[in-house]
Structures are given as structure tokens and as C-alpha cells.
């Protein structure tokens, strides 16, 4: 605003007046600066794609990994550290790797990878990169890019457990660059991938966690009041997992208790997601108190049992549980949610655990001052490029450089080097655009279930499109605590 006013002496009153329609009363001037950006919100909400009744949804599925177990930072500096040390020792890479850290908070979740180029990119809803968020190493990359991403042999990292790998990606590149050390990024990509894998075949993820739940799973209590309230509503639940039955049934037993089974009435461990879902070549083993496989067929999927493997097809068959009565919750939008929702019909819930941290920035003023000021500076630029007069193209330029200074301060505010990750500059992010796309409905984590009646209806927000005009109804923002029944669910947590 002070900007605003200082422009207003730079230029001649009947300029800002007939750009925008005003006459020469300067009263109106105000309606040009929006209403300040929300910063109610409530990180407890459940955001809607789709409408969704919780009326009609009479069986609920989870996944394990991130969604009935969310876990801790340190998780992710011990996949990092052991996979570097994988790099080094198996794949004999130069030992000066081993001086490069885990970075926390460098990566995001939803970017993509050149894997020719060995750059780490953000890409927006349209496949434009976003400037200032390409990087082949810790440094932002000078390397030359066209502004579309066009066949470009790339990767996206989907996975929340994909953030060590794409550090790992980075801090390699790094090295090689700062030492002069020719070599091929295909190569590097390979490895870095075969490296982290190994973490995951070998089973030292599994058994980080296992010696110590209390570190590593957050929000135990949380999930077994969720489990609680769904069977206690005459609910059916099932597991589908890529986990195997020792690690998941720690697990459980830490955050639901020694008979959490009894919770479910189908589950199925080491489900080969996503083949699970889009195959039926793998028969359904079903494994005895101790883990054991069985070799008797499956006729049936029955409660207090374990099953392997299997496929999707079978399940429908065997259980008969079909379309909109069903409503899966997973971390992954591929694997998880995709051949759900466009093959077979099911509701979907998507866990984004990075809407706490990105709920907590949106709410700060900091980023409420400097998104309202930079819609309207727009605004601004949008109404005065008809001038072309000398000083009124200096003060433009002042404006559109205030602009990109906007931009960089609230990306910054989310993570320093991607930003959001549900946002470019003004563009939905790639990620963002998949979300929606598969997921009904998307949250931090299942216990935002815990603040909802079971016959709720979620409703998405009409969004306007551009050739349409806004209503003050279309801006009120889902979770505002202002908007009722919220407020109260905010001291639920």
C-alpha cells in the first residue's frame, strides 16, 4: 500500500484515473486493493475435489505407510545416510561424498527429474517450469532451459519417501561439479535409485522403526481413534499394504494395541502396489499366526486373518465391496489412488501430511501482507500497461520488479528453493493438478476424519474460471475457522 501511494505522486492524477475508469475521484482507489488473504485456516481440515457424502461410504481401506503411520524427520536423515554409504561402499563412489549431510529441508515432494540433464525442477499444472526452481546440485542451476518441459526423459518424485533420494541426487551432483569430475547423469541416476532401494529390500527401514516406534511413528493415539470411531459406526475397514506382517503388526500394536486386527476385517500385507491394483496374475497367500505362508487356496477373505500379495480383481470378487461405498486412504497418488478412482469406480482420500507445515505458513502475516499486495500490484500492471509514456513505463518496470521480488519472498516462505508444492508463481504445480485428479478428498493425516460427523457431505469450492466474475461466496476459503462448525473443530487436536 505504501508503494501505492508513493506511485500515485509519480504519476499525474488523470493517468491513475482513466486507466481505471475512475474520473478524477480518488475515493474508489481503494476497492483496486483485494481483501487480505485468509489466515484462519484450520490444518484439520479435509479439502474436497469432489463432492462426497460420508453417508453413502459404508467400507473405508488404508494404506500403512504414511497413512495409518505417519513418521518422523529422522527417518528420512537415516535413508539419506545409508544410502550414501551404499553409494559409496557397493557402487564405489569417491569417498568424499560421504562429507555431504542430509539437507531437511531442500527437497519437496512432486518434482520432477531430468534424469539427462541430472536437474531437479518444479513443474506447474501446463508443464512449464517454474524459473528460479531448477537445480542440479544445492545451487540453483545457470544451465540454459526452453520454458516448456517437452520430452524431456524426466522423473517425478511422488513419494514422501522420495525426498532423501532427490538430496542424494543433488549433493552427488554436487560433488562432481565442485571437484571437476567428469561423469554421466543417467548413471548417477541409476545408482542414487538402486542405492535407495537397497535401504528398502534390505529391510533397514523396517528395522530402524521397529527398534524404535517411539522416534519414528507420530500420532498413535490418533489412529486408533479413528479405527475406534469408524467400527463403533458400523463400519468395515481393510488394510492393503506394501509393508510386510512383522512391520506393520509392531506398528499397529505400538499406536492401536495387541488386537488391532480385530479392527479389520480384511488385511493384506506385501500387495505389490500399484501391480495390485491394475493386474491379476498374483493369487492371494494367506499367512499363519507367525507369518508363515500357507499353501491352501482362497475362497474367501476372511476376518482375523492375514493375506499376501493378491490382486484387486479377486478382492472385488471375494468381498463384493464396489464403487462409491468405498473410500481408500493413501499417501501416493499412482500407487495408492489412480487405477482406483479411473478403473474401478472407488472413493479416494489422499494424506498430504505438507498441509501442516504449509496450513502454518499461509496463516502467518507475513505471507497474508505479501500475497494481498501482490495481487493487487497485478491488478495494477494489468490496468496501466496502456500508458506508454516515459514515465509511466519507469514506473511499470519499478512495478513488474516489485513483482518478482513478491514472488521469491512468499515461495521462500514455504521452502527456499521449490516454494509450494501446490503452487507456482500463480499456477496450480504439476502435483496439485494430480490430486485433484485423483483424490476425492485430501488431508494432513487420517485423524482429520475425527472432526467430522459420519454422514457429513463434503462439498468443493466453486472455483471461478477466468472469463467468469468472482462471488463473495465463491472466495469464502474451506477450513476458514470462521465458516461454521470449524472453529470448534480446531480444539479437537
Known amino acids: 500500500l505504501v508503494f501505492f501511494i508513493r506511485s500515485m505522486g509519480i504519476f499525474p492524477q488523470n493517468v491513475f484515473a482513466c486507466a481505471l475508469g475512475l474520473g478524477h475521484h480518488t475515493q474508489p482507489f481503494i476497492y483496486l486493493i483485494p481483501p487480505s488473504v485468509c489466515n484462519l485456516l484450520n490444518s484439520s481440515t479435509i479439502y474436497a475435489n469432489n463432492e462426497v457424502s460420508l453417508a453413502e461410504v459404508d467400507i473405508y481401506g488404508f494404506d500403512y505407510d504414511y497413512t495409518l503411520a505417519l513418521y518422523s524427520d529422522a527417518l528420512n536423515t537415516m535413508i539419506y545416510n545409508t544410502a550414501r554409504d551404499f553409494l559409496i561402499e557397493h557402487f564405489k563412489y569417491p569417498e568424499g561424498i560421504r562429507k555431504y549431510d542430509y539437507i531437511p529441508n531442500f527437497a519437496a515432494r512432486g518434482l520432477h527429474y531430468d534424469i539427462q540433464k541430472g536437474l531437479l525442477m518444479k513443474i506447474d499444472a501446463f508443464h512449464y517450469i517454474q524459473l528460479g526452481t531448477v537445480y542440479r546440485r544445492e545451487l540453483p542451476s545457470d544451465t540454459s532451459l526452453p520454458d516448456e518441459l517437452n520430452n524431456f526423459y524426466v522423473k517425478q518424485f511422488m513419494d514422501i519417501f522420495s525426498i532423501p533420494e532427490m538430496t542424494l541426487l543433488a549433493v552427488a551432483n554436487d560433488f562432481f561439479i565442485s571437484n571437476d569430475i567428469e561423469y554421466d547423469p543417467e548413471h548417477l541416476y541409476k545408482d542414487v535409485s538402486e542405492a535407495i532401494g537397497m535401504v528398502h529390500i534390505k529391510g533397514y527401514m523396517y528395522k530402524w522403526i521397529m527398534q524404535d516406534l517411539e522416534k519414528y511413528i ?72 507367525n507369518g508363515d505362508l500357507q499353501w491352501d487356496k482362497i475362497n474367501s477373505l476372511d476376518k482375523g486373518q492375514i493375506y499376501k500379495q493378491g490382486n484387486l480383481y479377486d478382492f472385488l470378487r471375494l468381498t463384493g465391496w464396489r464403487g462409491s461405498s468405498v473410500l481408500y486412504f ?54 496501466m500497461q496502456i500508458h506508454r509514456d516515459s514515465q509511466s513505463r519507469e514506473v511499470l518496470q519499478d512495478w513488474l520488479k516489485e ?34 485428479r485423483f483424490s476425492d478428498v485430501y488431508m494432513a493425516s487420517i485423524s482429520c476424519l475425527l472432526n467430522y460427523d459420519l454422514s457429513y457431505t463434503f462439498y468443493p469450492r466453486r472455483t471461478p474460471l477466468q472469463h467468469e466474475a468472482p462471488l463473495w461466496m465463491d472466495q469464502l476459503c474451506t477450513g476458514c475457522m470462521k465458516t461454521p462448525f470449524l472453529e470448534e473443530m480446531a480444539h479437537i487436536r
Open 218 to 289: 507420530l500420532g498413535g493415539d490418533e489412529t486408533y481413534a479413528v479405527l475406534h470411531r469408524l467400527v463403533s459406526h458400523g463400519k468395515k475397514l481393510f488394510l492393503i499394504t506394501n509393508s510386510p506382517f512383522s512391520f506393520v503388526d509392531k506398528g499397529m500394536r505400538y499406536m492401536v494395541g495387541k488386537d488391532w486386527r480385530d479392527f479389520f476385517d480384511v488385511v493384506i500385507v506385501q500387495a505389490d502396489k500399484p501391480h495390485f491394483f491394475n493386474d491379476c496374475v498374483k493369487p492371494f497367500r494367506r499367512l499363519d499366526g
Open 330 to 383: 493413501g499417501d501416493h497418488l499412482y500407487s495408492d489412488l489412480a487405477d482406483l478412482m479411473l478403473r474401478h469406480g472407488w472413493r479416494t482420500g489422499a494424506i498430504v501430511p505438507e498441509l501442516d507445515l504449509e496450513t502454518k505458513v499461509v496463516n502467518t502475516e507475513q505471507y497474508a501482507q505479501s500475497l494481498t499486495w501482490l495481487q493487487a500490484l497485478t491488478g495494477l500492471l494489468e490496468r
Open 403 to 436: 513483482r518478482e521480488e513478491l514472488r521469491l519472498r512468499t515461495k521462500n516462505l514455504f521452502n527456499p528453493q521449490f516454494g509450494s508444492i501446490f503452487r507456482t508463481c500463480h499456477n496450480p504445480t504439476y502435483f496439485s493438478r494430480r490430486l485433484c
